[in-house]
C-alpha cells in the first residue's frame, strides 16, 4: 500500500534499479545469461563467417532493431524533469482536489516541455508553440495539465487538427516545409490570426523552457465538496523571468547547439539552479462563464486578466534530471483526460476532442498497458477489470474477478466521487454546429496589436511578413484581408513589405 509520503514513494519508483556505483554484476543476454565477450563476433577462424549460434550477437541485434518506437505524431522533440507542487494559498472552497487541498502540501510531480510541430531531431530553437506538460503523483491518481506557453490556439474545433498539423508538416510529395500548404490553411481559419501574432512576437522564440509562461489555455472545471462548480483557467508564471531569443541568436544556435533548450533545462538542474514557476488561477462563476463577452470554452480567446485577475495557488519545482531519457520523458504520457476528483472538463471543443485522443495515440505508441510503465504509474494503487493486453508487467490482478457485477467482492466504487454536471451548458439540438468567425475573432488580436510598444509592432511585422512572403502571392493576398480586419496599419504595414519582396503581389 502506498504511504502517506508520495514524493519518497515517487523517487522510489521512477529511481534507477541498477546500483550505478557498486558491483555491477555480469553482463547477461537479454535473458541473463552470461556473456563471454561481447566484442567480437563468433567466427570460423580469423577470416570466416559469422556462426548462427552466436545468440548474443542475434539478442543484440533483434534488440537493437526494435530500439525506436513511434515519436509523438507532435510535440515529438522535448525534454523533462521531476520536482513538486506545493499548495501556497487555500484553494478548498473552489475545488476538492486533495492536492490543491491544504496550504503546503507537496506533491510529486514530472513536467516535460517541447517543440510542437518539429520531428524529434530537429533543433530546439525554432519559431513554434512550446508544450507545457506536468503531471502531478496525486493522492487520487494523476492530474495532468497538459497545457502550452500560449494561453491561446489556432483552431478551435478539434475535427480541424489533423489538417492544420498536416500542413505543419512536410509536403507529402517533396518532404519538405511547405509554406503554402501552412498560409493556404490558416487564410481560411481566421480565428488562427490571434495565435499568429503571438507566434511571430518575440515570445515566438523563447529563450530555452526555463524562461517561458505555461498556461491550461482551455477553460476547466472546478467542483468543491459542496458539489459548487466554478471555471477556471491555469497560468504558469515562470519565476526565471521571461527571455526570448533574438531571430538571429535562434538561428545561430539551430547550428551550433540545437539541443540548446534541452541543454540549458539539464544543465541548470545539474548545477543546482531548479527552475521554479508560480501557479495561478483565473476563476468564474458559472453564470459570470455563461455571460461572459467573450465566449470562454473558445480556445481561441483569453479571459481578460482585468476582469478576472490572477490567483496564486501554488509553485512547482524541478529540482532532479531522469537518469534515462527513453525510460522517463520518451516514454511520458500526458493526457488531459487524467483528471482527479474536483478537476473536470469543460465544454472547449477542443478540449473534448483532446479528451480522447492522448490515450489512443500513446496505446499505439507504446502499447495498451503504457500506463504501467513507472514514469506513468500512479501512486495509488490501480484496481479494476481491464486485464491483459501485450506487455503487461504487473500481477494483471492476480485472482481477483474480472468482471463486474460479481458475488465476490474485489475493489468497490465510491459514490461520493463527483461526477461532470453541466446543465447549465448543455441545450439544443445535435449536429455539427460550425463556430462562425464574427468580429470578436478580430477584437483580442487587435487590442494585443495596440498594447505592442513600437520596437514589438515592427518585430512582429518583419517576422510575420518575412514568414508569408515564402508563400505564393496567391495565397498572401488572402491573409492580408485578416490582418488589415484586425488593425489597418498592421495589414497594410505586412502588405507593403510582400510588395516589396514579390514583384507579383
Ligand atoms: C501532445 C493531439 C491540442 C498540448 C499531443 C499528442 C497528440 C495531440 C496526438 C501526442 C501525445 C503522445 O504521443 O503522448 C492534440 C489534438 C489537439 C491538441 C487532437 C486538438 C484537437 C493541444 C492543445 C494543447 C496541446 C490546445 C495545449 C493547450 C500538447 C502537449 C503535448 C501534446 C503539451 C505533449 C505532451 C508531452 O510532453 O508528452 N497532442 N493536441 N495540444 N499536446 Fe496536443
Redesign the pocket.
Known amino acids: 500500500p502506498p504511504s502517506n509520503n508520495f514524493k519518497q514513494d515517487a523517487n522510489a519508483a521512477l529511481s534507477t534499479e541498477v546500483p550505478l556505483d557498486s558491483d555491477l554484476g555480469r553482463l547477461t543476454t537479454g535473458s541473463g545469461g552470461p556473456v563471454q565477450n561481447n566484442q567480437a563476433s563468433m567466427t570460423v577462424g580469423d577470416t570466416g563467417p559469422i556462426l548462427l549460434q552466436d545468440i548474443n550477437l542475434i539478442d543484440k541485434l533483434a534488440h537493437f532493431g526494435r530500439e525506436r518506437i ?6 515529438a522533440k ?1 525534454a ?1 524533469a521531476h520536482g513538486y507542487f506545493e499548495v501556497t494559498k487555500d484553494i478548498s472552497h473552489l475545488t476538492c482536489a486533495k492536492f490543491l487541498g491544504k496550504v503546503g502540501k507537496r506533491t510529486p510531480m514530472f513536467a ?3 517543440v ?1 510541430s518539429v520531428e524529434r531531431g530537429s533543433p530546439d530553437t525554432v519559431r513554434n ?1 512550446r ?3 506536468l503531471k502531478f503523483y496525486t493522492e487520487e491518481g494523476n492530474y495532468d495539465m ?3 506557453n ?1 494561453p491561446i ?1 489556432f ?1 478551435r ?2 475535427i ?3 489538417d492544420f ?1 498536416h500542413t505543419q508538416k512536410p509536403d507529402p510529395r517533396t518532404n519538405m516545409a511547405n509554406p503554402d500548404m501552412q498560409w493556404d490553411f490558416l487564410s481560411h481559419v481566421p480565428e488562427s490570426m490571434h495565435e499568429l501574432m503571438l507566434l511571430f512576437s518575440e515570445r515566438g522564440l523563447p529563450d530555452g523552457y526555463r524562461h517561458m509562461h505555461g ?4 477553460t476547466y472545471k472546478f467542483i468543491n465538496d459542496e458539489g459548487v462548480a466554478h471555471y477556471f483557467k491555469w497560468h504558469f508564471r515562470t519565476n526565471q523571468g521571461i527571455k526570448n531569443l533574438s531571430v538571429e541568436k535562434a538561428a545561430e544556435l539551430q547550428v551550433s547547439d540545437p539541443d540548446y533548450s534541452t541543454r540549458d533545462l539539464f544543465e541548470s538542474i545539474e548545477r543546482g539552479e531548479y527552475p521554479s514557476w508560480t501557479a495561478y488561477i483565473q476563476v468564474m462563476t458559472e453564470e459570470e462563464a455563461l455571460n461572459y463577452k467573450y465566449d470562454v470554452f473558445d ?1 481561441t480567446k483569453v479571459i481578460s486578466q482585468k476582469d478576472f485577475p490572477l490567483q496564486e495557488v501554488g509553485r512547482f519545482v524541478l529540482n532532479r534530471n531522469p537518469e534515462n531519457y527513453f525510460a522517463e520523458v520518451e516514454q ?5 483526460a487524467n483528471m482527479v476528483p474536483g478537476i473536470a472538463p469543460s465544454p472547449d471543443r ?2 473534448q ?2 479528451l480522447i ?2 490515450q ?3 496505446s499505439h ?1 507504446m502499447g495498451p498497458n503504457y500506463q504501467q510503465l513507472p514514469i506513468n504509474r500512479p501512486l495509488v494503487p490501480v484496481l479494476n477489470q481491464q486485464r491483459d493486453g501485450r506487455m503487461c508487467f504487473t500481477n494483471n490482478g492476480g485472482r481477483l474477478p474480472n468482471y463486474q457485477p460479481n458475488s465476490f467482492g474485489g475493489p468497490s466504487e465510491d459514490p461520493r466521487v463527483r461526477e461532470v454536471d453541466m446543465q447549465s451548458a448543455v441545450k439544443g439540438y445535435a449536429g455539427r454546429h460550425t463556430i462562425k468567425v464574427t468580429e470578436a475573432d478580430f477584437e483580442q488580436p487587435r487590442k494585443m496589436f495596440s498594447i505592442m510598444s513600437k520596437s514589438e509592432q515592427q518585430y512582429l511585422i518583419d517576422n510575420f511578413a518575412g514568414a508569408l512572403s515564402l508563400a505564393q502571392p496567391v495565397f498572401q493576398r488572402k491573409i492580408v484581408p485578416h490582418l488589415k480586419r484586425i488593425d489597418s496599419d498592421y495589414g497594410s504595414r505586412i502588405e507593403a513589405i510582400l510588395k516589396q519582396k514579390n514583384a507579383d503581389y
Do not use: E, K, M, W
Open positions: 513511434p515519436d509523438r505524431v507532435v510535440h522535448g523533462g516535460r516541455f517541447s510542437v508553440p508544450g507545457f506538460a497538459v497545457g502550452n500560449t490556439f483552431i474545433d478539434p480541424l487538427f489533423p498539423v498556461y491550461s489555455s482551455h480556445v511520458a504520457a500526458f493526457s488531459p477542443i478540449l476532442g483532446r485522443i492522448y489512443d495515440t500513446q505508441r
